[in-house]
């Protein structure tokens, strides 16, 4: 189970590996199994007196049962500067290790993408991506988290309260916290001469904006499109296929075309190219069809190419730039924001 947060404030956030309706509905589903197999057991020992098999069966129902009602908590107290990690079952904590600010030296956070060698052919969106936060300190830890926003909020967090360094491991290299840090080798990178990346105004770079990009957009649209023109037919002139007991009655067909539209809209936004722009001591940052968020240029801290996903990591949230980006890419994309990054 990974970590994610359940309560935040400006002194304190709260991690547990559980929580959230889903894991509610799993916990309940478990435990009535553990419950199920548990009655089974004691029954049926009744029934044939078979003692061994009953037990048997009963372990299994408790292997269900038991660990649904234990939670992992982490708790990053920012007024006493202290981490303290507990295990608790049905309410009790049995198990807590604490590490100060003084015995921790060190964060870092990493990844990896499951059986990544069989996967290379598939669609990086669909690949399953693990995060790790490792504490270096006494004792040590490394921690699973839910995803890369609360991975990135924890350990600003940490950076901002406590006296502890801030790493990031990418392509088996670990890189500072910064923006310099963020860096090839304290490099810069110039902008590649193809067109996935490229500046396409003042002040403004597009991502995934090359030939394939832009194909992939268009064609994407012009399926979408089509489809919205078809189902609209098929609401407008209905009386041209009357007789067929296929066609639906109106609301049906109106229902349908929501639905067509609702799906293409889809398709055209998620193969939207990212665009970046600097505007008034702001990243304007539009990588969608309708929606572009503002970032403070004070708030950014750059961008970084993490398990195959390029990055724009800010103090207020990431960003997803693009998929299956060269590394170069993403470090020229990194080098383009520095001049404007106020860090």
Same mark, same amino acid.
């Given at each position: 189970?990974?970590?994610?947060?359940?309560?935040?404030?400006?002194?304190?956030?709260?991690?547990?590996?559980?929580?959230?309706?889903?894991?509610?509905?799993?916990?309940?589903?478990?435990?009535?199994?553990?419950?199920?197999?548990?009655?089974?057991?004691?029954?049926?020992?009744?029934?044939?007196?078979?003692?061994?098999? &009953?037990?048997?069966?009963?372990?299994?129902?408790?292997?269900?049962?038991?660990?649904?009602?234990?939670?992992?908590?982490?708790?990053?107290?920012?007024?006493?500067?202290?981490?303290?990690?507990?295990?608790?079952?049905?309410?009790?904590?049995?198990?807590?290790?604490?590490?100060?600010?003084?015995?921790?030296?060190?964060?870092?956070?990493?990844?990896?993408?499951?059986?990544?060698?069989?996967?290379?052919? #598939?669609?990086?969106?669909?690949?399953?991506?693990?995060?790790?936060?490792?504490?270096?300190?006494?004792?040590?830890?490394?921690?699973?988290?839910?995803?890369?926003?609360?991975?990135?909020?924890?350990?600003?967090?940490?950076?901002?309260?406590?006296?502890?360094?801030?790493?990031?491991?990418?392509?088996?290299?670990?890189?500072?916290? &910064?923006?310099?840090?963020?860096?090839?080798?304290?490099?810069?990178?110039?902008?590649? #001469?193809?067109?996935?990346?490229?500046?396409?105004?003042?002040?403004?770079?597009?991502?995934?904006?090359?030939?394939?990009?832009?194909?992939?957009?268009?064609?994407?649209?012009?399926?979408?499109?089509?489809?919205?023109?078809?189902?609209?037919?098929?609401?407008?002139?209905?009386?041209?296929? #009357?007789?067929?007991?296929?066609?639906?009655? +109106?609301?049906?067909?109106?229902?349908?075309?929501?639905?067509?539209?609702?799906?293409?809209?889809?398709?055209?936004?998620?193969?939207?190219?990212?665009? +970046?722009?600097?505007?008034?001591?702001?990243?304007?940052?539009?990588?969608?069809?309708?929606?572009?968020?503002?970032?403070?240029?004070?708030?950014?801290?750059?961008?970084?190419?993490?398990?195959?996903?390029?990055?724009?990591?800010?103090?207020?949230?990431?960003?997803?730039?693009?998929?299956?980006?060269?590394?170069?890419?993403?470090?020229?994309?990194?080098?383009?924001?520095?001049?404007?990054?106020?860090?």
């Amino acid at each position: 189970m990974s970590y994610k947060i359940c309560k935040q404030t400006d002194e304190r956030i709260v991690l547990q590996d559980t929580g959230g309706i889903v894991d509610f509905i799993f916990g309940i589903v478990w435990a009535v199994l553990g419950l199920g197999l548990v009655y089974i057991a004691w029954f049926g020992y009744q029934d044939s007196g078979d003692l061994l098999m &009953s037990i048997a069966i009963a372990l299994v129902g408790c292997c269900f049962f038991f660990p649904v009602f234990k939670v992992n908590r982490l708790v990053i107290d920012a007024v006493n500067k202290e981490i303290i990690k507990t295990k608790s079952w049905f309410g009790i904590a049995s198990e807590q290790e604490t590490v100060t600010n003084g015995n921790l030296s060190m964060i870092e956070m990493s990844g990896f993408i499951y059986n990544e060698l069989e996967s290379v052919t #598939e669609d990086s969106r669909q690949r399953r991506r693990y995060y790790f936060l490792r504490f270096y300190s006494y004792p040590e830890w490394e921690l699973s988290m839910r995803d890369m926003p609360t991975m990135l909020n924890v350990a600003l967090f940490i950076e901002r309260h406590f006296d502890s360094g801030v790493a990031i491991k990418t392509e088996g290299t670990r890189h500072k916290f &910064s923006a310099l840090g963020l860096l090839k080798n304290y490099q810069k990178v110039d902008l590649p #001469e193809c067109s996935l990346v490229a500046e396409t105004g003042f002040q403004q770079l597009g991502v995934g904006v090359g030939g394939v990009g832009r194909i992939k957009f268009w064609l994407s649209s012009l399926m979408s499109i089509s489809w919205i023109v078809i189902a609209l037919w098929l609401v407008l002139y209905t009386d041209v296929l #009357e007789g067929f007991d296929s066609i639906p009655v +109106l609301p049906l067909q109106i229902a349908v075309l929501a639905f067509v539209t609702l799906l293409s809209g889809l398709s055209i936004n998620a193969s939207f190219p990212a665009t +970046l722009k600097i505007d008034h001591g702001h990243l304007i940052v539009k990588n969608s069809l309708l929606k572009a968020r503002r970032y403070p240029l004070a708030d950014v801290i750059g961008a970084v190419n993490f398990l195959d996903i390029t990055f724009l990591l800010t103090k207020n949230g990431v960003e997803r730039l693009a998929h299956n980006l060269p590394n170069q890419h993403s470090y020229a994309i990194h080098t383009w924001l520095l001049p404007f990054i106020k860090r």
